[in-house]
């Protein structure tokens, strides 16, 4: 348990009661969200791990981590980028550069 942060998402009003989202939900919707709108449908909503090239997703799944604040490669389960609602991966290689 960490008492602070839940203090500080009580000051700003994100509670189960107040915003009917915990913080950790919320942080998981946005993930969810800087997927869809980069084109990666999660499989809650019906994707599925074959929906573009791998190469692709795998570069759309780094971009979100990046937003989530993970500023590297390496994916470790479970986090909310790979959880059921993304595809499991083990890790993420960033698409070479031509």
């Not at 839940?6 to 998981?28: E, F, M, P, S």
């Not at 969810?32 to 791998?54: F, H, S, W």
């Not at 390496?74 to 986090?79: A, E, L, N």
């Amino acid at each position: 348990m960490n008492p602070p942060y839940y203090y500080c998402l009580r000051k700003i009003g994100i509670t189960k009661k107040n915003a009917d989202v915990c913080g950790h939900g919320l942080r998981a919707e946005f993930a969810e969200n800087c997927a869809i709108a980069r084109g990666l449908l999660p499989a809650t909503l019906g994707g599925t791990a074959d929906q573009m090239p791998k190469e692709e997703m795998d570069l759309i799944l780094l971009q979100v981590s990046e937003k989530l604040g993970h500023s590297r490669k390496q994916i470790h389960t479970p986090t909310t980028v790979n959880s059921p609602s993304f595809v499991r991966i083990k890790s993420l290689k960033a698409p070479r550069r031509r």
